[in-house]
């Protein structure tokens, strides 16, 4: 008997996991067919499938619950390259904190700085374009990445959302405003790459 572990996180996409990872299950027992829940399994985390028309393997699976945002921005940052991917953590952490969406802040990274990989000469760990005018090479600098996203979350939620500024829109217009007259270009990229994490 094989064991499998499944992680299924509480995120919109649960189901999306629950399928793959059943498929994933029907991979490993052998079968070409769908495995099903055993009907005598405990009523807890913990319960056996059966391949469909062969009971007699049966695979001890175990369900854990976690975040999948975490792992989300990771594979995000990871297929960019970024020097931030390992603060995928602090930037959900810092997201919890001010009820931000956990997307905006890397996305804002991606459109200013490609993820932290092109900061602006000068402008220690700032990949958020903080103090970075146009035809400017210098900014806002920090003393590390976990400071940078630590700021820059406070600073969205109390220069932003707190004063109503909730739409991408609003936020874009004051964050770079040369993109209001460019069709909200800021707006635009932030928006596709928050897009594309989920």
């Known amino acids: 008997m094989r064991k499998v572990v499944l992680v299924i996180a509480f995120f919109p996409?649960?189901?999306?996991?629950?399928i793959a990872n059943l498929a994933l299950l029907a991979?490993?027992?052998?079968?070409?067919?769908?495995?099903?829940?055993?009907?005598?399994?405990?009523?807890?985390?913990n319960f056996n499938l059966t391949a469909a028309g062969n009971t007699s393997q049966i695979i001890n699976a175990t369900v854990i619950a976690a975040d999948a945002r975490p792992l989300l921005l990771q594979a995000f940052m990871l297929r960019h390259d970024s020097p931030l991917t390992q603060y995928a953590d602090t930037f959900v952490a810092e997201a919890d904190r001010y009820g931000l969406d956990y997307r905006l802040v890397p996305s804002i990274a991606m459109c200013e700085s490609n993820l932290g990989k092109h900061v602006p000469l000068k402008a220690g760990f700032n990949a958020f374009?903080?103090?970075?005018?146009?035809g400017t090479n210098?900014?806002?600098?920090?003393?590390?990445?976990?400071?940078?996203?630590?700021?820059?979350?406070k600073y969205i939620k109390e220069q932003y959302y707190d004063k109503g500024y909730i739409d991408l829109k609003d936020i874009g217009a004051i964050?770079?405003?040369?993109?209001?007259e460019n069709g909200y270009s800021?707006?635009?990229?932030?928006?596709?790459?928050?897009?594309?994490?989920?």
């Open 129 to 134: 374009g903080i103090a970075v005018f146009t």
């Open 27 to 45: 991979h490993y027992s052998g079968e070409g067919n769908a495995p099903r829940l055993n009907a005598n399994a405990p009523a807890s985390t």
């Open 13 to 18: 996409f649960t189901a999306l996991l629950l």
């Open 175 to 180: 964050w770079a405003p040369p993109s209001k």
């Open 138 to 153: 210098k900014g806002k600098n920090f003393d590390s990445w976990v400071s940078s996203i630590q700021w820059v979350s």
């Open 186 to 198: 800021w707006t635009n990229c932030v928006q596709h790459f928050m897009n594309s994490i989920i």
